[in-house]
């Protein structure tokens, strides 16, 4: 493929420009002419068609008056052998029209026969005649019907046999002008009822006519002619029964109208015909009818079917001239569309050949002067093609030449930017970092003073990112960006070496009090809130201190130093300054192992989850269970969540924790559950970067179906702050869970900042106060007040309100009074363990004793 389209590329190469159109205006020419050709051959085929039917016609009129004139003749000679010589004058004049019309059709056979095949029959025809005309000539009439009985059977044959091989011809001509596969409906309902149809009933009623006049010239019937009139009766009846079938449908109502009532007519008078030989000959005993009389009704019935003949044959000979116009109409439209195609084509052919080469011609003519040294050259050209294009870029490749030496210092400026700053917040990367420490370095060295590196982080910035997206994240780093900007002096260098970490030098200080300082500015300012996107964001940072000469004597050294100050800064609670000393070395090292140990307990099994009752205030029973996860370290035992949940989030463990804890507390309420407790909801924590992960409500689902767990049995807890990062999207989630048939609570309730417009929108089932607002009750009365709105809140909105924390009497006594609904804390019970839990729900009697309280049964929600 790739070497045929190189050769073609190759012989376009060496044609000039006016060759190339000639090439391609031949080859676009030769489909439409194949196509114009195919047009008309189709159209020459469909004429050609038309005409060969209308020669069919025009023959089968020629026999059809054959047909006639044979028919009468059988039947009045049949008539005068059987003793009636009244028609003895009719037999010659019927001769003499038969004797007419044979020297039509041999004209017309001589002009047709060979295209319909039909000489050699109508040969056999003429033969046929004149045996029987010879066989005719000397007949009298006798009034011994027994004389002439076998005349009269050879004479009905005779005429018979000729008007069969008339309908062969008939026949043959229909298969060969191609009358039967006419293809409009109306053309071959007629073509139908004058071929085959009325042939067939004419032909019929005239056997019976030659019968039934013998029979009434005699006055005697037979047992065989009865049987032959048996039979071309029934031979009638069902061709009668075809022709009243035929639908026509032609524009013309009068048409229609005129050939219904001429096959009405005959219709009529054929049945009425069938009637008259039943009653006067096939069943009386006794023959009155008189020959001319037989014979005259016969002949009516034949006439009628002759008159449909000719009302239907002119009918169906216009509508195959129209259908020839109709074609002929067509090949002219299509003969002058194709040549104003071809008078187009070969008129834009020309224009376009016209404007390429002018373009060409006038880029020749620029190029030599410009290779002369004239750059003065230019194009003036008009066209909006690609040639127009390039001529474009040609001038403006000319007036590029006058700035190259420009460009050019600019382009490398920008490549040295892009090698030394962040593309994002504009600071210099780490390799300018480094360049700048290690300058700094021998600038200390040289003039013997102290200069600060500080490593700054900011706290939970990939909650944020994961949250609020990366745009979020990108426009925060910014502002982090300018806000150093604003608290540093501008011999300080600021570097932004990854994600949201951050390298300082400050140098030329006095001591450790003076870049403590420097460092409290920053944290301070870092306390105002950020707004972006709509969302009001306080981001908080940890910063480590690394002082020359006391911390290390080389940029590695120093940079290492400030990243251990900066981790115990966070161990220290974040949002605080630390200077390097060296015993935070074994605390990274600690931090270190712990993040290894972490990732691994996991794999190894290490956690566990305990169980915290929820107790409806009103009856003191067990509502519910919370599942709160537990780190038991084979070598020191539990550790507390607040140690390992945090650093879990900052090394993207919490996710796949988060997914395993749902799915044990799905299966452990299904082990009760099936161990014969009553059924209770259990609550499970959800964290911010799992609820806005996708596929987040896939794996409840998940975690359902493979516990087998009822969606109502299980709660899902997530935070104030959670559910209002991206109202409209949290929303939707929600949505999509409460179609699973899990429960919602909000966790922490009034320690965010969640609008109460948006509450209500809000599809949730719960409100959890936070433990905060329970500690000094009844003490404060501002937690008083707060409790009694949010309760009061939530028995409007008709969602429950849990307090957590609950680990005084008093408060028990105050929030029971206040009718909150539930409550959770050591009051009642510290989290346990699986099996201590089942124990709980599965308690015979309530503990006397007013610090511990263990329900005496559950309350159980359907």
């Known amino acids: 493929m790739s070497g045929n389209l190189f050769s073609a590329v190759n012989i376009m190469k060496r044609l000039k420009y006016w060759q190339k159109f000639l090439l391609i205006g031949t080859l676009f020419s030769l489909p439409i002419i194949q196509t114009e050709y195919l047009l008309f051959s189709g159209i020459a085929k469909d004429i050609r068609f038309v005409q060969n039917e209308r020669l069919g016609i025009e023959y089968t009129n020629h026999i059809r008056t054959l047909l006639e004139a044979l028919q009468q003749h059988r039947g009045i000679v049949n008539a005068f052998l059987s003793g009636d010589s009244s028609f003895q004058d009719n037999i010659v004049r019927q001769q003499t029209k038969i004797e007419e019309t044979i020297i039509e059709i041999d004209k017309v056979d001589q002009k047709l026969g060979s295209s319909f095949h039909t000489t050699t029959q109508w040969k056999a025809i003429k033969e046929k005649w004149f045996i029987l005309k010879s066989s005719l000539s000397h007949l009298q009439p006798n009034e011994s019907f027994a004389l002439n009985s076998d005349m009269i059977k050879e004479s009905f044959e005779l005429h018979t046999s000729i008007v069969s091989n008339l309908l062969a011809v008939i026949g043959n001509i229909k298969d060969w002008s191609g009358l039967k596969v006419d293809p409009e409906r109306n053309s071959y309902y007629l073509m139908d009822t004058l071929i085959t149809k009325l042939p067939s009933i004419i032909e019929t009623v005239g056997q019976t006519r030659g019968i039934g006049v013998g029979i009434a010239a005699k006055q005697a019937i037979t047992e065989e002619e009865k049987t032959q009139l048996i039979i071309l009766s029934g031979i009638i009846r069902s061709s009668l029964s075809g022709l009243s079938d035929i639908p026509f449908d032609f524009e013309n109502s009068k048409l229609n109208e005129e050939l219904n009532t001429h096959i009405q007519e005959n219709v009529l008078e054929t049945t009425l015909f069938l009637k008259y030989l039943s009653n006067q000959i096939m069943d009386t005993t006794r023959i009155n009818v008189q020959p001319s009389e037989f014979f005259n009704r016969a002949t009516k019935v034949i006439d009628s079917g002759f008159r449909l003949y000719d009302s239907e044959s002119p009918v169906l000979d216009r509508l195959l001239q129209e259908r020839m116009h109709r074609l002929n109409v067509k090949k002219d439209y299509i003969t002058l569309f194709s040549c104003i195609i071809i008078v187009l084509l070969l008129y834009l052919f020309i224009a376009f050949n016209v404007s390429v080469l002018q373009t060409v011609l006038a880029l020749k003519k620029a190029a030599i002067r410009i290779v002369g040294g004239d750059l003065t050259a230019r194009l003036d050209v008009d066209s909006k093609d690609e040639l127009g294009q390039v001529s474009m870029a040609f001038n403006k490749m000319i007036d590029a030449f006058d700035g190259m030496i420009s460009e050019r210092t ?26 700048r420490l290690e300058l700094t370095l021998a600038t200390a060295e040289r003039c013997r003073h102290m200069f600060a590196v500080m490593f700054l982080d900011l706290d939970r910035f990939k909650s944020i990112n994961d949250t609020l997206g990366h745009d979020v994240g990108d426009l925060l780093l910014k502002t982090v960006a300018d806000r150093l900007k604003a608290c540093l002096r501008v011999e300080d260098t600021i570097s932004r070496i990854g994600g949201d970490e951050f390298l300082l030098i400050i140098p030329r200080i ?109 009856d003191r029973t067990i509502s519910g269970m919370e599942a709160l996860v537990r780190w038991e370290r084979p070598e020191s035992g539990l550790v507390s969540p607040a140690e390992f949940v945090p650093l879990a989030e900052e090394i993207g463990l919490i996710v796949p924790l988060g997914e395993w804890i749902l799915r044990m507390a799905c299966n452990q309420n299904k082990q009760w559950q099936n161990s ?187």
Not at 425 to 432: A, D, E, I, M, Q
Not at 776 to 793: F, G, Q, R
């Open 410 to 435: 600019r382009h490398e400026k920008q490549i040295e930017r892009l090698a030394f700053y962040d593309a994002l917040t504009g600071l210099p990367n780490r390799v300018l970092f480094s360049e």
């Open 510 to 618: 006095n001591g450790a009090d003076t870049v403590s300082m420097t460092a409290e500015k920053i944290i301070n300012r870092f306390s105002e809130p950020v707004v972006i996107n709509g969302h009001e964001l306080v981001v908080s940072v940890s910063i480590g201190i690394s002082l020359y000469p006391f911390d290390g004597k080389s940029p590695e050294s120093l940079i290492k130093n400030a990243d251990t100050a900066m981790y115990y800064a966070k161990g220290e609670g974040r949002n605080n300054s630390q200077i390097y000393s060296s015993k935070m070395n074994a605390l990274s090292e600690e931090r270190l192992r712990m993040e290894v140990n972490l990732r691994r307990a996991l794999e190894r099994n290490e956690f566990i989850i305990h169980y915290q009752p929820r107790i409806t205030l009103s």
């Open 676 to 862: 014969g407790i009553d059924p209770i909801r259990i609550s499970v924590n959800i964290s911010a970067v799992q609820f806005h992960r996708d596929g987040f409500v896939d794996v409840v689902k998940r975690a359902l179906y493979e516990s087998s767990l009822e969606p109502k049995w299980l709660e899902l807890e997530l935070t104030e702050s959670i559910v209002m990062n991206n109202v409209t999207k949290s929303i939707n989630k929600l949505n999509e869970l409460k179609e699973v048939g899990v429960h919602i609570s909000i966790d922490d309730f009034g320690t965010g900042f969640s609008s109460l417009s948006y509450l209500k929108h809000f599809p949730i089932d719960t409100l959890k106060i936070d433990r905060s607002f329970i500690r000094d009750v009844p003490e404060s009365p501002k937690d008083i007040a707060i409790i009694k709105t949010i309760i009061a809140l939530g028995r409007r909105l008709q969602l429950k309100v849990v307090a957590e924390g609950v680990e005084t009497k008093d408060q028990y006594t105050f929030l029971t009074s206040r009718k909150c609904n539930e409550g959770q804390g050591y009051f009642f019970s510290r989290p346990l363990p699986a099996d201590e839990a089942l124990k709980l729900l599965g308690a015979p009697q309530v503990d006397s004793d007013p610090n511990w309280f263990f329900p005496q049964k559950r309350n159980v929600e359907r």
